[in-house]
């Protein structure tokens, strides 16, 4: 286990971390329970994928909440042993309780995670007061660099607007912010009120070329929780990885036609059900076995994807080149 000095993490993390920390999926078993031969081929093939800086694990495309809490740290286990140092991996430890939360966290940082990402309470009743007293209950009792989360889809139900985001500027070990509200304007207000003192990350590659082009010293250079390097790229087609490259290395031009092309696989079998304020987790499981992955079913209360919903996208994959 690495040595945490608490005041280090916003440095060492803006410096280190890089290119896309791309979601897992959780394959299970038919009888349900979790296929850990599958989630270790799973990882092997999404380090391998082009563009892959490093992991993010327990997101919402993980399934945590169908998991006990057994076994989300088994999860944590298997996937941080199989990695084994080789990349960067950010933890999510999120839950209704702070308890549970630090309980997480101590974990995942106990058995190597890189940073640790808390949601704001996703039940009970949510204030701004209350949850800058949430995060600094967890930020109080453990070392590792943490990342919140800020998303005006409506499966998390709440909001952690910009000033709420610098209402906790004080935690020494929070390095970072996700923002997830799917508008420009939003993103743009947290880059300017916390952007150059903690990292604003975005899991969509619009927001991150828009980062590097209005807010060039103070957009890190990686993108969190991304799912699209596992449904609109391949390694015959590494769109991905060439945006990734092609804007970090300041070569705009190229980035924007490599946009061009992710994002118009990404509208049609992602973006639509972002809109809706949702993630398809079902579906997009489903869609990522083009790679090799494992998708296997998913645990209630998510159902299996609609066939014509399926069909429609494994369509529209075949004919931008992907082997569906």
Excluded at 3 to 27: H, N, V
Excluded at 38 to 51: F, Q, Y
Excluded at 173 to 186: D, K, P, R
């Amino acid at each position: 286990m690495r040595t945490i000095t608490r005041g280090d993490e916003r440095a060492r993390i803006r410096a280190s971390f890089s290119r896309y920390f791309t979601a897992l999926y959780t394959p299970f078993r038919p009888d349900g329970e979790i296929d850990e031969p599958a989630l270790r081929r799973n990882v092997e093939i999404t380090l391998d994928l082009p563009g892959v800086g490093g992991l993010s694990l327990n997101s919402v495309h993980q399934e945590f909440w169908t998991l006990t809490g057994d076994e989300r740290k088994r999860l944590t286990d298997v996937v941080l042993e199989t990695v084994n140092g080789r990349k960067p991996v950010i933890v999510g430890v999120s839950d209704p309780s702070a308890k549970n939360v630090v309980d997480f966290a101590r974990h995942a940082q106990a058995a190597g995670a890189s940073a640790i990402m808390v949601w704001p309470p996703y039940y009970g009743i949510k204030t701004a007061h209350g949850i800058k007293d949430f995060y600094e209950y967890v930020a109080g009792r453990v070392n590792i660099g943490m990342f919140v989360y800020s998303t005006t889809l409506s499966e998390l139900g709440f909001y952690l607007t910009p000033e709420m985001v610098a209402s906790l500027l004080d935690i020494e070990t929070l390095c970072g912010v996700h923002s997830s509200t799917m508008n420009f304007a939003s993103y743009a207000s947290m880059m300017e009120k916390v952007g150059d003192r903690i990292c604003v990350s975005t899991s969509l590659e619009e927001y991150f070329l828009f980062g590097k082009l209005c807010f060039p010293k103070i957009t890190p250079d990686f993108m969190m929780g991304s799912s699209r390097p596992l449904l609109t790229q391949s390694h015959a087609l590494p769109r991905c990885g060439e945006f990734v490259e092609a804007t970090l290395a300041g070569d705009f031009a190229l980035a924007s036609t490599k946009l061009r092309q992710i994002v118009n696989i990404a509208d049609k079998v992602q973006s639509r059900f972002f809109a809706a304020g949702y993630h398809h987790v079902a579906l997009f499981k489903q869609l990522s076995t083009h790679l090799g992955l494992v998708g296997g079913p998913v645990r209630p209360p998510m159902s299996p994807p609609m066939q014509s919903d399926l069909d429609e996208c494994l369509a529209i994959m075949k004919e931008a080149g992907l082997g569906v």
